[in-house]
């Protein structure tokens, strides 16, 4: 449905979208644990991206994007299918700039999350649960409103949101080491590598994967972009296959995966609760499992991680 | 046990607080809500306190008060009694000067907090639970080791630390309208008290407290220190009777005080939890709670309220 080539933005298109998201997105904290650092034997530095608006980073590159409609596009509205922080976001977006958001939503998702996104003025279309339910109900709903489709990741514009968060973060904690994120559909985990190789090119950024949806590793290891096929990860953020931008970043600039069990980021969620007095989400702890795990050697290094989002429904927690 | 005059603290010893602390507290953050402004009708900023170390503003206080005992005191160590949020702020607070705690806790107390001032290091002295028998067991502790004793609230060097929570946050959000606390024995209200009057005159201070822990509200209406007997509320940080410190400053200065309900504490705690993504002790959503009443009319305020915690038990949770 898009009108543009899907390719990776450029370093100067995540600066435009810092100065285009900077009055509404909120510019998040990072915290730091004295805890956390005993733990690890390394400097930590939390983006504590589950503070921004609507619970996630995803505002990041839904606001980005609709910004950059014309007023003629932005005035149908924006449209995409998601039980997520996606969704969230773009309805928020969508409130910030005075347009309507058509949310394509299966009938399975939690009621809490459309709570929310009806909570944000937007509109929610219910589906079946498949893949080609939502997409047929999405087309649909495309051609009844004129409605602009926003990707949650295979889009520039979305990418160079999602970046912001690690421009912002190597200001706010300089000379970091290492830059670990979770790696989903890859939209996060671009901005962010394209972002710190061009500003901090000896900064190394790594991605945190659960093995119950290991797409993304298996992708780079064979060479080609894999399927999600049935993941199962309490992760439930990065249930997605990894997208075209993110197959093409991660490859051309050598990113490695580390791979994290779900004991891992049940572990890890529950230190960052207990420790930090922050609420992450499964996805959100997927960087510290991966920091803490023995595959990677962090002593004494300045390590920067991103918390992804902080929605998790309080009435199913893993612990 | 103490050598001095029980008063309440200067504006220019809660400033020389603020420098002492400086580098071992944390500065911690004010957040704001979208939806909890919207929900309120004011403009409301958060001070994290929650974030501090320890997971509270004790940190404050103890560290403040730590920080100026002679190197021959300090060397005896620090000791109280508490099963609480200042148990933890002392251990911390005394590791920071590499220090001996003695910490007297009831056997009672949940296995979590005893490991969480275990790991900062510091002895715990099991008792029963009474009063009397806290009270003698930290009688013997102090004549056995020739610790200090610390009170969590009656000292006007804790009280000063409690105090910097507001100068910070007058300086992240300026020209509010009101401040909030919580009320327990009444140190953070008392240092926030004097922070705000002396620093903006004009700034309203209340108190928030649980009804069913309300002997702060009666004691003033009677005009009369009245002693909490058989408190009962999910406030758990709250139980204490209001101290003399407190009892002085809240008279002197004409304070409010404003009751909620269990309902509305676990109500604000919720939202909290869900909107903000964090964790907040019940004691740190008596203030939002009290704002978010009827009692209160903040409508285009600007309202600065204290998260002054968030240690809770995970496996308890009120929701």
Chains 1, 2 share one sequence.
Not at 37 to 53: M, W
Not at 72 to 85: I, K, L, P, Q, Y
Not at 145 to 162: E, K, L, N
Request: charged content about 20%; overall charge neutral; some cysteine.
């Amino acid at each position: 449905m898009a009108a543009y080539m899907i390719q990776a933005p450029t370093i100067n298109e995540i600066r435009d979208a810092r100065v285009r998201i900077r009055d509404i997105a909120h510019i998040t904290p990072v915290l730091t644990s004295d805890t956390l650092d005993r733990l690890s034997g390394a400097s930590l530095f939390f983006k504590c991206e589950n503070l921004q608006k609507g619970g996630a980073f995803k505002f990041r590159g839904a606001t980005n994007t609709v910004a950059q409609l014309s007023d003629e596009d932005a005035a149908r509205g924006v449209a995409t299918h998601s039980s997520g922080n996606h969704a969230q976001a773009l309805a928020i977006a969508a409130r910030e700039r005075g347009i309507p958001a058509f949310i394509v939503m299966p009938k399975s998702a939690p009621a809490v999350k459309r709570a929310a996104v009806l909570g944000y003025g937007a509109e929610v279309i219910p589906c079946e649960s498949t893949q080609v339910a939502r997409e047929a109900m999405l087309n649909k709903v495309v051609a009844r409103t004129g409605a602009t489709f926003i990707h949650p990741y295979d889009d520039p514009r979305v990418v160079a949101g999602q970046g912001t968060a690690a421009l912002e973060l190597m200001d706010q904690a300089p000379e970091l080491d290492l830059i670990i994120t979770p790696i989903g559909g890859g939209g996060l985990i671009s901005g962010t590598t394209i972002a710190v190789h061009a500003t901090q090119p000896n900064t190394e950024v790594v991605a945190g994967e659960p093995f119950g949806a290991d797409e993304a590793y298996r992708s780079l290891k064979s060479g080609q972009r894999l399927p999600s096929i049935e993941p199962k990860t309490i992760a439930d953020g990065l249930l997605t296959g990894i997208g075209a931008i993110g197959f093409h970043v991660l490859t051309s600039h050598g990113i490695r995966i580390v791979r994290v069990t779900d004991e891992q980021i049940v572990d890890a969620m529950r230190l960052v609760w207990e420790r930090m007095k922050l609420i992450i989400e499964p996805s959100a702890a997927v960087p510290l499992a991966a920091a803490l795990g023995a595959e990677m050697e962090i002593q004494g290094k300045r390590v920067g991680i991103i918390f992804s989002g902080g929605n998790v429904d309080l009435g199913r927690l893993p612990f």
